[in-house]
């Protein structure tokens, strides 16, 4: 099975990536609800929940693993690797290698105050394009705006202008959702960014990815092509997270109880 986890709900941007490029696999999902968000969080904290997270999706059948979460991404993932003996990816470098491809030198960056306060998104961004400038903003705001399912009020289009206006300023042509959650703002952060502006979809970009890895691991794509059922896992199981995660992956889910500690 494929295994993908995140903080929360926000992770499942990858999983309906993965249906969309990859149909037919089995996902085991792990969403931290009971300790998110990891965004505000120190490295260390951000570190043992990661590799906790990686162990049990290991333990409960992932013969691979991709970490959804961009802060865990950002922080986390030389210990996760580290931890688990299956092929392991984050979102940062595909997200770049796009932005990279796309951009005519003006990159803006946003992300979780852990994301933005790393720096690894910008020194990737210089090491794959040395000449591109990089302006990076946290936008904190953005991730309680989507888990109260706020994306369609005007309250998101505001708290959007607010805080890409700098950005605006710069003049980027090109910007990464660097955090799971923010392509569900993407109408509403391509309208404050303005006109012509290329948005980067780190989901998007990582799952590509993990297909071409497929493509030169047969062994491995054989044997995700036999495992079809999904499994979805919350450290705090309710309602909620259910109802919001049949909503954005269109369909109904059982929702089980993942013991992390
Ligand atoms: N999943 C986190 C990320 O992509 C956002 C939510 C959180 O702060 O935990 O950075």
């Known amino acids: 099975m494929i295994g993908v986890f995140d903080s ?23 969403g931290d609800n009971a300790r998110f968000p990891y965004g505000s969080k120190g490295r260390d904290v951000v570190r043992q929940f990661a590799v906790q997270d990686a162990e049990f999706l290991k333990a409960h059948g992932a013969d691979a693993i991709i970490v959804a979460c961009n802060t865990a991404s950002a922080l986390a993932i030389d210990a996760v690797r580290a931890a688990v003996d299956v092929p392991v990816f984050e979102v940062v470098t595909p997200a770049v290698a796009k932005a990279a491809v796309l951009t005519r ?55 959007a202008k607010t805080y890409l206006r700098p950005l ?13 959650h923010y ?26 990815e993990f297909v071409r890895f497929l493509d030169s691991e047969g062994e491995l794509a054989l044997k995700l092509a036999k495992e079809i059922t999904h499994r979805f896992f919350a450290s705090d199981k309710t309602e909620h997270f259910s109802r919001l995660a049949a909503r954005w992956l269109g369909q109904d889910i059982i929702l089980e109880h993942a013991s992390l500690e």
Do not use: H, N
């Open 183 to 208: 392509p569900f703002l993407r109408s509403q952060i391509a309208a404050a960014v303005g006109p012509g502006v290329r948005l980067v979809d780190p989901a998007r970009e990582t799952v590509a």
């Open 105 to 159: 030198g003006r990159v803006g960056v946003i992300g979780t105050r852990g994301t933005i306060g790393s720096g690894v998104y910008a020194e990737k961004m210089s090491d794959a394009s040395p000449k591109t400038k990089v302006f990076s903003q946290a936008c904190p705001l953005f991730v309680p705006l989507v888990e109260e399912g706020w994306t369609r009020r005007s309250e998101a289009s505001s708290i």
């Open 168 to 180: 605006r300023l710069r003049r980027i042509d090109t910007l990464i959702l660097g955090c799971t």
């Open 8 to 30: 929360g709900l926000g992770g499942l941007t990858v999983v309906k990536e993965l249906f969309r490029q990859l149909p037919g696999r089995g996902v085991v999902y792990l």
